[in-house]
């Protein structure tokens, strides 16, 4: 598993409407993100292409 500390805050997944990109956003929420906005939805002429972004709150230090 990633070192939380080396992610970024922010990022932005793309790829195929497919079980693959599911399984991408989804283990980005498993390591704390947050989904940012609405999907993007496209189609590219031979598939439907997705874009999500992500947000990884700040540590505020409180427990």
């Known amino acids: 598993?990633?070192?939380?500390?080396d992610?970024?805050?922010?990022?932005?997944l793309t790829g195929p409407d497919d079980?693959?990109?599911c399984r991408r956003v989804s283990e980005a929420l498993?390591?704390?993100y947050e989904l940012h906005g609405s999907p993007a939805v496209?189609?590219?002429g031979d598939q439907?292409?997705?874009a999500q972004a992500l947000v990884r709150p700040?540590?505020?230090?409180a427990r």
């Open 1 to 5: 598993m990633a070192d939380i500390d």
């Open 7 to 12: 992610l970024p805050r922010y990022r932005v």
């Open 19 to 21: 079980d693959s990109f």
């Open 30 to 32: 498993d390591l704390g």
């Open 42 to 44: 496209t189609f590219n």
């Open 48 to 50: 439907v292409i997705v």
């Open 58 to 61: 700040a540590d505020t230090g």
